[in-house]
């Protein structure tokens, strides 16, 4: 475990806007309750609470990572009237105690899903 610092910093913080996903049409989630992480050079990332997910679209799968900062991210597929975007969410179920606020929430690939919308 590596912990945040100036060499590479990340933040949390609540997403004032509302923010929603799109996949083939679907809304797969939207929140009002989304956190927004910066890291270092990476672009934003939003996370949403999993309860505002679209659950039944979602199906977990065996893809696995690791994130020196951040822990073990855990992977969904999205799938919407036949098609299916492949591990197009993440998710870190019990992350590092620097990020513990995005337990519970998932991210989104912005390039497999249609779009990501602050509303």
């Not at 913080?13 to 270092?40: D, H, K, M, Q």
Request: aromatic share 10%; proline share 10%.
């Amino acid at each position: 475990m590596r912990l945040p610092g100036p060499d590479h910093p990340i933040a949390i913080a609540p997403n004032p806007r509302r923010v929603r996903v799109i996949f083939n049409g679907a809304v797969v989630a939207e929140s009002a309750r989304a956190l927004t992480l910066t890291e270092a050079n990476y672009p934003p990332v939003h996370y949403i609470p999993r309860e505002d997910a679209a659950k039944a679209l979602l199906h977990r799968t065996q893809h696995r990572t690791h994130c020196p900062y951040k822990g073990d991210a855990s992977y969904y597929d999205i799938e919407v009237d036949g098609r299916r975007a492949g591990n197009a969410i993440w998710s870190y179920e019990a992350p590092f105690p620097a990020v513990a606020a995005i337990a519970g929430h998932l991210a989104f690939y912005p390039d497999r899903v249609d779009r990501i919308e602050e509303l």
